[in-house]
């Protein structure tokens, strides 16, 4: 473990997958020498959870042992309520950077949209804490992080290094699950409009009452070279810069000119 | 009830307040007389679920009665969930027009991201289908909804006789919780960045262990004439145009021309 300054940058971790995931773990290693990490992480896994937030139940921390050389904690509540509790119980400051995943599986086109990775990423956004998602595309529990965890640094690095971020700075970085010779390099892209066609499995119960599974086939409906789901097929590492102003300007201004109530 | 033509727009209804909820309710009433009305709404509550979707356990859809002359299902999934399944598995098509809500409490600014309301209207958008969500500006379940019913019979009547909307068109209307003639008019206005300074209520269980409540104050820091917040703040009706794809355009430039690795 690096020496430590006194002013070493504070680095907030958190995830979707939980903090028993490799993923969190592969993260934490990849940048602890960085800076002073502290992790606050989902006790059980909270994929596919967006930006869900818990307000009907209390939410509870519980100190926890991690790797060695950081602070962790585990939390009952979604990604965002980590990042919400990170700053407020934990920390008791923002911390200089927020860095989510790294996520088992792509969170690239429209999954920022649905992921807990992203959604916790945005949230400290939000709160002007430059923030970084990062998936790689591999849902496998033995996915290789190795190539990752290089990527996961040189970026982190690259944040840190800014004398100044721009206020909400957010970046959405997937990376190609193959060998690190193949990777040819970082590309900054725009979300692909790409997505799963949705599929039901339908089942029965033993009682003969219909169940459905949710499952898919994923389409790219973009055939542009500047979209991430482009830079990952070209085994490029995609990072897509990532906003919370959610307003379509084009079609307000359309609107404004047209609609006359 | 009108008579129905066999041309009538089919028109999917969902929420994330649940099919129990009385803005469910007044949303069906208002616009059951401008089609076919298909309600598929939660089975409980799911305010604050964002994006989240279902991949953990099976779902289920269940027949009931809801206003006579709609045809209506609970679904034991999220918003996002019962829109999936009600264009799979109910209709076995895509609906004319998407409408959700009407949410008990206001979806305006920053609230677009973790409301369930605006989620299953997301969803719909991404699937191209026109969608609306609508919220009224009080959180009560004994909320006044007659004056907001007829605002939302006027924006969604307004949709209908396009003869094209965009595709992706999505709509965040919010209305003011004040008696009809108070109300303004209707206004195209921008996503505010306005949001709550969380904070957490402490305390302690029986057993000693700490526990915490979010809460938080609602924080405008968007002084713009153009945004939700300051519509609904001076009785008009906002409706914010929204989109989908999340790429900061404007942080890309920046990235692409300074950043090399």
Redesign the interface.
Known sequence: MATRKKEEPVILITNDDSIYAPGIKALTEAVMHLGRVVVVAPDK?Q??????????H????QKTVFVEGTEAYTCNGTP??CV??A???VLHRKPDICLSGINHGANHS?N???SGTM?AA?EAA?ESIPSIGFSLLDYSMEADFDPAKKIVE?ITA?VLSQKKT?TH??LNVNIPAVDEELIK??K????A?A?YE???I??KDPHG??????TGEFVNFDKGKDTDVWALANNYVS???????????Q??E???KN?K?
Chains 1, 2 share one sequence.
């Open positions: 896994p994929s596919g959870m967006g930006h869900a937030i818990t307000i009907g209390p939410l509870r921390l965002v309520d919400k509790l700053v407020d119980k429209i920022v949209i649905y959604s945005m939000i040189k690259k721009p700075f957010l390099g970082i900054i892209c725009k979300q409009y997505k949705e599929d039901f339908e089942r009452r219909k169940y459905y599974w949710l990072v897509v810069p990532v906003q919370f102003d959610l307003t379509n300007y079609l307000k359309q609107l404004e609609w109530f």
